[in-house]
């Protein structure tokens, strides 16, 4: 077993095989595998994450602050995304506890189990990573808002869904802004026509524009990458398409820079959380 962060008990990443797992029937008949339970126990674990965050969240606030004010913008327009995909589920508790209502997963599975855990407390699930097709239904009635809407296949089940359901779902497209290969998102070059369309999608409610900027430090890309995506909203909205005002972009090292860019919403997990714990292969 690899090294574990040295925040964490050693044995937090001791984690069944996937094969393992059992399922759980979730509302509306999804089956869900459970996510492993983790030692040692709750007890133990809670304190930890509780303690972590009395350090990183004022810390983190106060940089979302700063570079709000750096932008010449009101930092109350900024929510603060706390992403804790690949934690136990104790950290989105002790999240909850500090105050933060705003919680982000990156795998339907896991949204799904941990919003049925902690259903009756004050948060709101978004939807991060990328998404299959097939598992888009899934998110409907139980995600807050879905920040990687980037192809009509998704688009289309998504608004199907919704339909069928009588409701309508929030979400955000992803652009890639950055031109990197390996990024998701809506391609750079027609984005603006992609975008009008995806927004036109019956049941679908877009609430904005989200990116991911390349892991660099050279402040130029960052900014360009930012920068694009918030003009891009513009022109959309100037054209009259059916698009919200909102524009997650911006992580943990790089929220500052997001946020002097116009960013409504940074998604930030390790600045707060710490590293992921590893799991066993």
């Known amino acids: ?14 984690r069944p095989r996937v094969g393992s797992r059992p399922r759980r029937r979730l509302a509306g008949g999804a089956s869900s595998r459970v996510p ?16 972590r965050l009395q350090e990183t969240l004022p810390r983190t606030r106060e940089s979302i602050v700063e570079a709000a ?18 934690h136990p589920i104790e950290a989105a508790r002790a999240a909850v506890a500090a105050g933060l209502t705003d ?36 998110l409907v009635g139980v995600s807050h808002l ?29 652009v890639n802004t950055s031109g990197e290969e390996a990024k998701g998102g809506v391609a750079w070059e027609g984005a603006a026509e992609e975008v009008m369309r995806l927004s036109e999608t019956p049941g679908l409610e877009v609430q904005g524009l989200m990116t991911m900027a390349p892991y660099v430090a050279e402040e130029p890309v960052l900014r ?6 918030r003009e891009l909203l513009h022109e959309v909205r100037a054209a009259g398409g059916a698009v919200g005002p909102q524009l997650s972009m911006g992580m943990s090292n790089d929220l500052g820079v997001a946020v002097e860019e116009g960013s409504t919403m940074v998604r930030v997990g390790t600045a707060l959380f710490g590293p992921r714990p590893e799991r066993d292969t």
């Not at 049925?116 to 899934?138: D, I, T, Y």
């Not at 192809?151 to 869904?161: D, T």
């Not at 360009?224 to 995506?229: E, G, I, P, Q």
Request: charge should be positive; hydrophobic fraction near 40%; aromatic fraction near 4%.
């Open 1 to 14: 077993m690899g090294c574990v962060p040295d925040y964490l008990p050693g044995a937090l990443s001791r």
């Open 36 to 51: 492993p339970s983790v030692t040692p126990s709750s007890l133990q674990i809670l304190p930890m994450y509780a303690s």
């Open 69 to 86: 004010i750096r932008g010449g913008r009101d930092p109350a327009e900024v929510t603060l995304l706390a992403v804790s995909k690949g």
């Open 103 to 138: 919680l982000g997963e990156n795998r339907v599975s896991e949204l799904e189990w941990k919003s049925e855990e902690m259903k009756g407390e004050p948060v709101r699930w978004h939807m991060v990573g990328q998404l299959q097709s097939r598992k888009a239904p899934r």
């Open 146 to 174: 879905i920040h990687s809407v980037d192809r009509e296949s998704v688009a289309r089940r998504l608004g199907r869904a919704a339909e069928d359901a009588g409701v309508s779902v929030s979400a955000l497209i992803q």
């Open 224 to 229: 360009m990458t930012f920068r694009r995506l």
